[in-house]
């Protein structure tokens, strides 16, 4: 922190869910100044900069985490104090179909971003480098599976990740660990369970489901629907991140949950009771009767669970939103906002199925993404 009090922030990734939230909870705090890195690619969104995009505290520069000068330029003439690193292929099933565009952005972006960090870091005088801090934002999925009848994910949980997508974010932790150890940048990281919220890129399981019932389209559930997931409203995620990035312990890693268990097919029929209040169907019928069983997805994780209790004792954090006070939130949000989702399902993503595990090539990879979030669970039945 500065004599001052003020802090200036690299967001990377920052048009993306996770980043667009971390970049409205910071510029809310006059003392903090936010520069917003994104590549701009299919998950990023400007439009989810909307509240901010006239602060004062706030700028955007669209560029990559994989141009290393490009990063470097703009640490230097942001001056900047702390990185927040959510940069990152995001969905689970588009790794499936094409995990080149996973390794590039999410182990070769991170890689790029380090050595960038750590030039400008090693050109800090010694005070600004004992404050500086490089926040590695990651996923829960890189830990693997746990039964379904217990177990938690704690942040010595032994790494075992099932999908090129937690496998690329599993590498890049590492690496950013290798560079803390090796060369000493001052690095935290954070595990995070699915989040949920405002301003989701609905191709992730729980806008998807609320569009397509607003559409009277197919609800989509992989399997039986019996894989659990635990949710994290993403405004809460966004506190713990500032709190990690700037209280948290150098070296140290923190998972981040909500303490909200819940079945895949539990998530979809709670948004199906919650739109039968709030935009009811015609003729009486409920949403639930458009859920559909889908063939599972290749490699599917049973169960994630967070174990949150270090970030609650060492930095004081606790979600605000339990998951029906959240769900409530998001539900009420999309059928407020449709000017901010109409345009993605029209344009860009209509919902259709991914990860079908037919292509595993560098040429069929979908264009890097920079967002960052965990994957969703259900996508719309294709014909």
């Known amino acids: 922190m500065r004599r001052d009090g003020g802090m200036n922030f690299l967001v990377t990734g920052g048009a993306g869910f996770i980043g667009s939230a971390v970049c409205r909870h910071l510029c809310a705090n006059p003392a903090y ?126 790494y075992a990740p099932s999908s090129p997508y937690s496998a690329s974010k599993a590498a890049s932790d590492h690496l950013v660990r290798a560079w803390h150890e090796t060369y000493g940048l001052p690095v ?20 998807l489901v609320i569009l397509n019932a607003l559409d009277e389209k197919p609800l989509p559930v992989y399997g039986a629907g019996a894989n659990v997931r635990d949710w994290l409203f993403v405004e809460d995620h966004a506190r713990a991140l500032e709190l990690v990035a700037t209280k ?20 979809v029929e709670a948004i199906c009771d919650l739109l039968d209040l709030r935009r009811p169907r015609a003729g009486g019928k409920r949403y639930r009767e458009l859920i559909a069983f889908v063939t599972d997805r290749p490699g599917h994780d049973r169960r994630y669970a ?27 949000w999309y059928l407020d906002n449709k000017w901010w989702w109409g345009p993605i399902r029209e344009q860009r993503y209509a919902g259709e199925r991914l990860g079908h595990g037919a292509v595993a090539n560098s040429q069929n990879s979908p264009v890097a993404s920079s967002s960052t979030g965990n994957a969703a669970e259900s996508r719309k039945v294709t014909t």
Request: net charge negative; hydrophobic share 35%; aromatic share 10%.
């Open 248 to 267: 948290g312990r150098p070296g140290e890693s923190y998972n981040v949950g909500g303490n909200s268990e819940r079945t895949n097919l539990g998530v």
């Open 188 to 207: 935290v990281l954070s595990n995070c369970s699915n989040n949920y919220g405002p301003y989701h890129f609905p191709e992730k399981l729980i806008p």
């Open 33 to 158: 100044r936010v520069t917003n890195l994104d590549k701009l690619t299919y998950a990023g969104n400007l439009a989810s900069l909307r509240p901010i995009e006239n602060a004062h505290n706030y700028r955007f520069e669209q560029a990559d985490i994989c141009d290393e000068r490009a990063v470097l330029e703009i640490l230097r003439r942001d001056d900047i104090d702390i990185v927040m690193n959510l940069a990152a292929e995001s969905h689970v099933d588009r790794s499936i179909d094409g995990p080149g565009a996973f390794i590039e952005t999410n182990i070769v972006g991170t890689y790029r971003i380090l050595n960038a960090a750590l030039e400008y870091w090693r050109g800090l005088s010694e005070e600004r480098k004992a404050g500086f801090r490089f926040h590695h934002v990651s996923t829960d999925e890189v830990f693997g599976d746990l039964p379904f009848d217990g177990g938690m994910f704690v942040e010595e949980t032994p």
């Open 306 to 332: 967070i174990d949150a209790s270090k970030i609650a004792r060492d930095l004081g954090w606790a979600p605000k939103e339990n998951f029906d006070s959240g769900l409530a939130r998001t539900v009420d």
